[in-house]
């Protein structure tokens, strides 16, 4: 259940309508309060040291002042809502779609949109409590006071949001702030996994299958939730095997698990376990970095790789993408990270959830940035110098993959790179990768 709350929670966050559902709320509350205090105190707010502080003018007078802020200030959300639209857009273009989700779920943008929609419900719920009817007149002096001083605050939010989002949609702050949701999520993926170092696969839950539990739905695996499974599977006496990884695509007859449990079960109590099994595993329309850690590295390799389209030709952009990435890759690489399994309260394993390991999310990066750079002398010596700064923290038995990739991007710089001075080059930073990460072997990639 605490998985689906983390999944639920990522799918409000990063929606739009949280923070000013929530401020509109609150300043309708607000409102209503302060018409209660302007009815329920009259002579302490009347008073004349609390009065000068106070509106003071007559019902026309609050009436005008409160239409003229609510107008004010729904012009003005108007306005936020636009630009925040168009620099969803330019972000969307330069950046990559998937980079949206990271602007949907800054909080600036909603707050200042939240701020002038709650100030225009204030003023419209203090609309409704000025009387201007002949012997029973009543101007809500502290409700317009507090509108006022709403109207100022507004002010300020303005200024705020126009340098907030003229700030957001730069490459460099974009590219920060994914990296360090993902710095986040590997940190997080790091204290879960702190007591899977001594785990092992035992042979029962590996063996021959005895049931597959197959996706009913097309769509990707957005979480695998860990308690639910076990429940499952203590429940019904089984052991569970997870064939898939959050992040996977799968559609109707793709196994999503596979079970077996010794001496068999009938096939109604098949039934009932693959429904459990089915009901703990998130399949929804989009990947969602709750789980998925590639999708985060994907991120940003995405915005890398279109710094090095034609169109916008900014390697510069591309290499900040690599540098974050190698630090994230530095983390996972020092992680000893198996399979995740999951015991019961014996100390039997339960269930044994697959993961990626530091290969797939090493391939993701540097074979994506290869792909589209191998022609660039620049960024071909930070693909290999970035090898070469792995050594530092990956274990030595991950040094063959990192010349693997270091072999590749020196193949493929010499058939699309024709300087002599540049290969040089490209060949000197390779020999020292090489020595860096233990030297000397060479593979076929290298030709």
């Not at 012009?75 to 972000?91: G, H, N, Y």
């Not at 204290?191 to 197959?214: C, G, K, M, S, W």
């Not at 993961?355 to 022609?375: I, P, Q, S, T, W």
């Not at 693909?383 to 010349?403: F, K, M, N, S, Y």
């Amino acid at each position: 259940m605490r998985g689906f709350l983390r999944l639920l929670w990522e799918q409000v966050t990063t929606s739009f309508w949280l923070w000013p559902v929530l401020i509109t709320v609150a300043s309708i509350a607000g409102a209503l309060l302060a018409i209660s205090a302007d009815t329920a105190w009259p002579e302490v707010i009347q008073a004349p040291d609390t009065a000068r502080f106070l509106f003071g003018g007559s019902p026309s007078g609050a009436r005008t002042a409160l239409s003229a802020i609510a107008g004010a200030m729904i012009t003005i959300a108007a306005l936020v809502f636009s630009t925040t639209m168009v620099a969803l857009t330019l972000a969307s273009n330069q950046l990559g779609p998937r980079v949206m989700r990271v602007f949907m779920a800054d909080r600036g943008t909603k707050l200042a949109l939240g701020v002038f929609i709650g100030t225009f419900a204030y003023c419209l719920v203090g609309l409704g409590a000025v009387d201007d009817a002949a012997g029973t007149r009543f101007v809500p002096r502290l409700t317009v006071s507090v509108a006022f001083v709403l109207a100022l605050v507004g002010l300020g939010v303005l200024i705020y949001f126009l340098h907030h989002v003229a700030r957001a949609i730069q490459a460099p702050v974009a590219i920060a702030s994914v990296a360090a949701e993902l710095d986040r999520s590997v940190a997080r993926r790091s204290r879960e996994r702190q007591d899977q170092h001594d785990a092992t696969i035992l042979p029962d839950v590996t063996a021959v299958d005895d049931f597959v539990v197959a996706a009913a739905r097309k769509g990707y695996v957005q979480f695998v939730d860990d308690g639910a499974l076990l429940a499952a599977a203590c429940a019904h006496d089984v052991e569970v095997r997870v064939a898939c990884r959050a992040g996977d695509f799968v559609f109707p007859g793709v196994p999503l698990a596979r079970v077996r449990r010794p001496g068999g079960w009938p096939s109604s109590d098949g039934r009932r376990i693959a429904d459990a099994l089915t009901g703990a595993i998130a399949v929804g329309e989009a990947r969602t970095p709750v789980q998925d850690l590639a999708f985060q590295f994907d991120q940003l390799i995405e915005i890398g790789i279109r710094a090095l389209s034609p169109g916008i030709n900014d390697p510069i952009t591309s290499l900040s993408c690599l540098h974050q990435c190698t630090a994230a890759l530095a983390a996972v690489g020092a992680q000893p990270v198996p399979d995740r399994v999951i015991r019961d309260a014996t100390g039997r394993a339960r269930v044994v959830v697959r993961e990626r390991e530091f290969d797939d999310f090493a391939g993701l990066v540097f074979n994506g940035l290869r792909a589209y750079g191998a022609g660039s002398r620049l960024v071909v010596l930070a693909l290999l110098d970035a090898l070469g700064q792995l050594a530092v923290t990956v274990p030595p038995a991950r040094h063959r993959t990192l010349i693997d990739h270091a072999e590749r991007i020196a193949a493929d710089a010499r058939r699309r790179i024709d300087n002599e001075a540049d290969l040089r080059d490209i060949a000197a930073a390779l020999a020292e990768t090489r020595a860096r990460l233990g030297g000397g072997v060479r593979t076929r990639a290298a030709g």
